[in-house]
């Protein structure tokens, strides 16, 4: 099942319907990859309020998209982390180190925006 990667100014929204086979997390990683250079996105939303479950695979494929998407040029929040996937990924020690996270899709744009005009401020 391929996840539809949407553009909403100047990021870009990908929700996960359900969990990811690995070719799937690969066809999103490309997909946000290529998202970000055709659209020169500044940041990416990976919605995953869907998925009750997130093993370590998971976890890393998406610190890896957030260390890749960062190398382009933009920022990443994971947002709809489940409580119980909270739970789990604390006791496992799965972290998302290279990805903000936030409570649901408004957080994470709102938070993608800050940071967007901390960025202009800095330079």
Known sequence: MRVAV????P?????LQDALTDSGWQRL???????????RSRGAVIDVSAMD??????????????????????ETVIVGIQPGVAFAMAQL????????TAL???DGLALLTRRLKDSAHDD
């Open 11 to 15: 990021f870009l929204i990908a929700a």
């Open 53 to 74: 479950v997130m093993d370590s695979y998971a976890a890393r494929a998406l610190d890896g998209m957030a260390r890749m998407l960062s190398l382009r040029g933009a």
């Open 93 to 100: 020690g799965l972290t998302l180190a290279s990805a903000g």
């Open 6 to 9: 949407l553009k909403q100014g």
């Open 104 to 106: 649901d899709l408004d």
């Open 29 to 39: 990683r490309d997909d946000l990859l290529s998202g970000v250079g055709n659209h």
